[in-house]
Every structure is written in C-alpha cells, then in structure tokens.
C-alpha cells in the first residue's frame, strides 16, 4: 500500500515538473514553428519611415502655433528637438507624407519640412550585413560566418544550382503559388519527373525550404536571407507530394540539369540532393559520374537515421557527402555518419535551443530557418500557398549550405568539382577527433575561408 | 502549494529509488535480453523484406526519400521505429517476425 502511494507521488511530481518545463519552454518537438505569416513582398528597401515627417519652425514661431499647424497638416503626434523648434510628426492613419510635407511647406511659419529617412549602418569593410527582418534568427549562417562570405562573394545568376527535390514554389500555376521571398530570385527552366510536365512546382514542401537556403531573395527587407543570394536556381522535381521517389527519377533529374543549355551555355553548376536511399543504383551514379565530367558538383545529404552509414548517393566518392551539426557543432542526432562523410554543415535540432544572441536561448527552437509553405494545409486541405518562415531540421538543410558554397565557389573562378569538394574540405574547421574523422568528416564548411582560396590555393 | 507538493513528491520519489539491491541486476538481464529479442526480430524482418526485394524501409528497392530516409519527419524533428514502420505497411512482417505477447 505504502509502496504504491509512493509510485503515484513519483509519478505525480514527474507530471509536474514536465508541466512546469513546459510552461518554460512553450515550443513542443513536433510543433513547426512559424515565425510570421505571409506578407505583400515590397519592391525594394523603404527609404523613409512610414507616416513619419519632420518639420522645423522658424524661431519666432510660439510652440502653440507650430502645434496647431502641424495639426493642420495631419499630425497625430509631435516630439520636440531638445535643440530648437525642430519636430517628428507622427501622422494620423489616411494621412499621406506628400500631402503633409505639401500643406507644411506652404505654411509661412514653416523653415523647412521633410520626411524621416531611414539611417541605416555602414556596411563593415569586407562584410555585407541584409536587411531581412528575420535574419537574425538564421544562426546557422551566422555559424558559417556569411557576412564575411557576402563580402567577398554573393553569386551571379549565370552560376545555377539545380535542386532536384519535391519541386519549388517558385511560379503562380494552377494552385501553386510563387513563394513571397523569392521576388528577385532567377530561375531556369526546370521540370517536373513526377508529372511529366515543365511545372516543377514544389506539393510538399521539402524542396522549397531547400531552396530557400540556396537563393532565397536578400537583402529585400522581406523574411530571410539565402547563402548563394545571387545564384539562379532550376527546380527539378524527383519526389512526389510525401517525399519519395526512385533511382530511375533521380538518375532523370540529374541528366535533364547536366545538358541543360541556355544561351549556349551550360548555368547548371551545382546539383543539391537533399534525398537518398539506402541501397546504392548504377543508373544514378553513372549519371553522377556524367555530370562530374561535364564539370558539375553533386551535394548530397548523408541521411537522417543517426546511424554508421552514409546514404546513396552522399556516400559515393565524387559527391560532397554532407552531415549535420546542431547549434553547439555537435553532431546532430539524426545525422547519419561514415567514413563516406565529406563535411557538416548546420541542419539543426529542433529540441535544443542554443542559438539565440550570445548564444542564450531565445525561445525558438535550433532549426533552419527559411520560407516554405505549411504542409499540413498542403496535405489536408490540397492548398500551397499558405506560406510561412519555418524551422526544419535534418542533413537535407544542411546540404544546400555546402550547394550555396559550392556555387559562389564557382563564381570565384574554380570550374572542376574536384577542386570544389577540395576547396570545401580544405577550409572546414575541423571539429572532434583531430584531422578528419567519421563523425564531422573534413568538419563544419567554412565559406569565407573557401572563397578566399585557403588551403587549396594557399 | 505546489513548491510543498513538488518538495513532497521528490522526497517520496528518492524513497522509491532506493530499491534492493538486486534490482539494476535484473532490469539490466532484462535490457540484454530486450536487445538480442530486437535483434532477432530486426534479422528476421531484414530477411524478410530481402525475399520480396524490398528496401530496409519496406519500399521497393531503388526508393529514394527526402532527407534519404521515411523514419524522420525533418518538419518535427520526430523520429519512428523501423519495425513500426514496416509493421503499418506491411501487416504480414509483423506475423512472421514479431514476437507473441506472452499469455498470462
């Protein structure tokens, strides 16, 4: 008797701490975290702060009079200068800036009147920081040092990076819709294995998130940033609406991105696999061996099972085999490991949260953050546009990290895949056992010091 | 309240710890004996699944998966067991390689 009270206290003080830490961490595993809704893409960056002018009063003017003109011009609000009859006027909702400033200007008690400009930072020598509102939250490029890597390189469109995955968001056709933050980003013509069509639109998910890391649009004062901004992306899609498909698609896919032409010219550079299986094909490495002859670099992703084998086709010796690492650099725990593994890159871990400024959590789980849409409404409701900016987790998102990299490097001048995957493997930091081992391969991809030529050209 | 309830239920708790001695002995025996009966029955479906061609998720072979496996979801970070997996599509795995419940 006094033996199973003791059993249900236990389990009554259990219930209570994880409620209590639950209350302290709001965020579950399997919630996917939105960061904001879907919003109306603004063509380039606002160079003044909305419904906000500034008037200055000539020195005789009473502060009763300069009050009743400005709000005569729409004024809602009004702060003083500390240093003269200088004012921020904030305007009432329906009133316009031009219309202010036109009524303010005509008024002879008016020196001057303008609107408030947005002051931004300079930019730091060698470094380019986006004005992405939610940047901030993409730890895994700060772990990758992206600004420094921006400083040197942010792609050019005649480098394309071909994401054979579950299609992109990247067109209005049919129910598709073309994702919000990839306004400026260029695509190629791409196609559909799964259909059989030219539409390569993305039914998932998957493969836009992918994307998104890849050449999301920046610096475009609209949700994140992408790693190779600059860089042009072909949409291949090999696996249906749940994320699966063949060796015979893949094999397809790879073929149709490697005789690509446009203009004369092959764009295709860079081909990212955030997929596999766990059996190896000849018809997909044989494709991996054309396209690595025909100067193309295959990443691919080494799986997500957590265990000692690298998937097909990470695992072959002509692709960058891509692992993953958490917020810390540790392995992740799904990342799948191997003497085949070729770099880490930050794929995350949902249920930590190490990543938020100076390294304390922030409440968001350690995911990579970037825009796709939700895929529950997707697969419940047969509806893509319902688009947010979600923390996923797994090697497939810490491959497009390496794809980014592997592109700029292209840009920079190096065209041979070997020299690629060298360059990339050279400049990794090296992380666990000293030199390159199974868990971190060569370690964490370093892009500024890959672009700069360290270690292959030093 | 619940500062005392928490503070009780721990106490009560590090009663419940302390066992016999013999106790991890056994619960270790078992955790052996649960590992070998796994790997049995994963031997057993592996078999199984290489008779009809199938992939080690139960797909045909030559499947590819996002992320290169179907046991991680990367939306949730949520992880599913293997056998589960195949279990749910294939219901006869689960005859021929899962161990009986024991009758009491």
Known sequence: MCRTIRILAFVAALAIVVDLIGHRLPLRADDVYRVASVRIPERGRRAYRPGEVIVQFKEAVRDRDASDMMREAGGRTARRSDFGPRYLVRLDDGFEIADALDRLRTMPGVDFAEPNGVARAFQRVGYFTPHDPFYTSQWHFRMLDSERTWGIQKGDPSVAVAVLDTGIAYEDFGPYRKAPDFGGTVFLQGHDFINGDDHANDDNFHGTHVASTIAEATDNNIGVAGLAFGCALMPVKVLDNEGVGSFFMVAEGIDYAVTFTQNGQHPVKVINLSLGGDSSSTSVRQAVDRAVAAGVTVVAAAGNDGQGKVSFPAALPNVIGVGAVDGRKMKAPYSNFGPELSVVAPGGDINRDDTGPDGVPDGRPDGVLQQTFDPDTAAEQGRYDDFHYFFVVGTSQATPHVAAVAALLYRQGITQPAAIKAAIENTAEDLGTPGRDDTFGHGLVRPALALRGYGLNQ | ?104
């Open chain 2, 1 to 104: 309240m619940l500062a005392v309830g928490l503070l009780l239920s721990f106490l009560l708790a590090g009663s419940v710890a302390a066992g016999p001695k013999d106790k991890p002995v056994t619960s270790k025996s078992k955790t052996a004996s649960a590992k070998a009966a796994r790997a049995r029955e994963e031997k057993c479906v592996d078999r199984w699944l290489a008779e009809r061609k199938l992939d080690a998720y139960g797909s045909p072979e030559g499947t590819m998966y996002a992320g290169g496996t179907p046991l991680f979801n990367e939306a949730t970070g949520r992880h599913i067991d293997r056998l589960d997996h195949i279990y749910r599509k294939h219901a006869e795995a689960k005859v021929a390689c899962a161990p009986t419940p024991k009758k009491r």
